[in-house]
């Protein structure tokens, strides 16, 4: 599932780029803002086995699918890392007891993996993965020898590791193939008779289906329209362009900046705007100016005329910027030494302003 362009993750390291994210990451926004960057989505063919079972067997070998999403995280030199959360199936199970007809699949969703890629030759790369997720037995069946019928349920958490090989085959789908293990107990299984029956004392009171799986599948890209353009215009060093106002503190505008018992302001409207310093190769140097500019609606206690005080002003600020790896350091109106902090992370822009968090989407791009 994976390319040096798009690979395979799943959410759990979601908490790593969360970790060193503002204030705002903590909102829903963030969430939405991470699942915009998505790059591709993969569907995969899975074959399994579970050979170190006593309590589980299979017909043959296991089989299932599945699908993932995956998300670009970073870079080291060669070395990809991608995000990615799928869901996935594995059927035709059967009990290692012989009293015990047992009649289930099993489903995993979430699976959260996160991956490092690298190029091999050519077109071909290769990958190394650590899964974490929640599975479940899906509409299990069981039947005793009297011919009585069990409803069987249990819950548990899987761990795995993976590695593979992706084939970028240019225009078509990429091509992958992946080998790995997955550590699969359920500490306790719930047996359920449809009538009064007891349950044998054979059966097992746990359930072992930790194995092996082989998945082979296509990754298939997203075209977001133009996103090689867009993502010019909004990466650092130089994010160029107009950017709308969509939270503040992670509340959707309009939205409070504080109140008293006197009244109360909150911000209606907000664009923040970059120009990249045209001297300095297009913004090469991550330098350039801003402007920010914002309504406030002012609601006052009292009430004249049988019309509540409200007042509509604007805030207007503006000055330079400079670079520092994904962060912006704006010069404040109040000088040199009146810096604020902008960072760019998951689509979305986090300003911290007189206290507060605004959270800026993409505009107009220039």
């Known amino acids: 599932m994976r390319s040096t362009h798009v690979r395979s993750v799943l959410l759990a390291p979601a908490a790593l780029a969360l970790a060193s994210a503002p204030a705002a990451a903590q909102d829903l926004g963030l969430v939405e803002g991470l699942f915009e960057e998505v790059s591709a989505v993969t569907v995969f063919y899975q074959f399994g086995g579970v050979p170190g079972s006593d309590e589980v067997s299979s017909d043959g070998l296991l089989n299932g699918a599945g699908t993932e999403v995956l998300i670009n995280l970073a870079q080291a030199g060669d070395t990809e890392f991608e995000l990615g959360l799928g869901a996935s199936y594995l059927q035709d199970y059967r009990a290692v007891e012989p009293s015990l007809d047992l009649r289930t699949s ?20 290769a990958f190394l993965g650590g899964s974490f997720g929640l599975v479940e037995l899906w509409n299990g069946q069981a039947y005793d020898p009297s011919g009585n019928t069990w409803d069987v349920e249990a819950r548990t958490f899987e761990v795995g590791a993976s590695a593979g090989l992706y084939l970028d085959i240019g225009a078509l789908p990429g091509v992958f193939g992946e080998a790995g293990w997955r550590v699969r107990r359920f500490p306790s299984v719930k047996w359920t008779p449809r009538g009064e029956e007891a ?6 009171r ?9 998945s082979l599948g296509l990754q298939l890209r997203l075209d977001r ?10 990466t650092p060093p130089a994010p160029a362009g ?22 109360m302001r909150e911000v209606v409207h907000g664009v923040l705007r970059l120009r990249a310093d045209t001297l300095a190769a297009d913004g090469a140097e991550g ?18 005329a049988g019309q509540p005080d409200v007042r509509v ?13 994904e962060v912006l350091r704006l010069t404040a109106p109040g000088g040199p030494g009146q810096v604020r902090r902008l960072e760019r992370l998951a689509g ?19």
Not at 225 to 234: N, S, T
Not at 348 to 366: C, D, E, I, K, T
């Open 106 to 125: 099993l489903r995993a969703l979430p699976t959260i993996s996160l991956y490092a890629s690298r190029p091999l030759a050519g077109a071909l790369d």
């Open 199 to 204: 349950l044998p004392p054979e059966w097992p």
């Open 206 to 214: 746990s359930l072992d289906f930790s194995g092996w799986f082989l």
């Open 225 to 234: 329209g133009g996103a090689e353009d867009r993502e010019a215009g909004i």
């Open 242 to 263: 107009s950017w709308l106002l969509e939270r503040v503190d992670g509340a959707p505008v309009p939205a409070l900046l504080d109140s008293s018992r006197t009244g």
């Open 287 to 304: 330098r350039g100016t801003w402007s920010l500019e914002m309504n406030v609606r002012e609601r006052g206690g009292l009430v004249v």
């Open 313 to 325: 002003s604007q805030v207007a600020e503006s000055g330079t910027y400079a670079t520092d790896g």
């Open 348 to 366: 979305r822009l986090y300003l911290q302003w007189n206290g507060h968090v605004l959270a800026f989407a993409p505009g107009s791009m220039p």
